[in-house]
């Protein structure tokens, strides 16, 4: 992993969000 991402937690938090909503779409679409 890249040091400069852990001193942004700003990108990981997007990061993360981006991703869970990538994952309620693909869950809404499966179900």
Not at 3 to 30: H, M
């Amino acid at each position: 992993m890249n040091s400069k991402l852990l001193e942004n937690p700003i990108i990981i938090v997007t990061g993360l969000i981006g991703a869970y909503s990538v994952f309620l779409s693909i869950y809404a679409i499966l179900k």
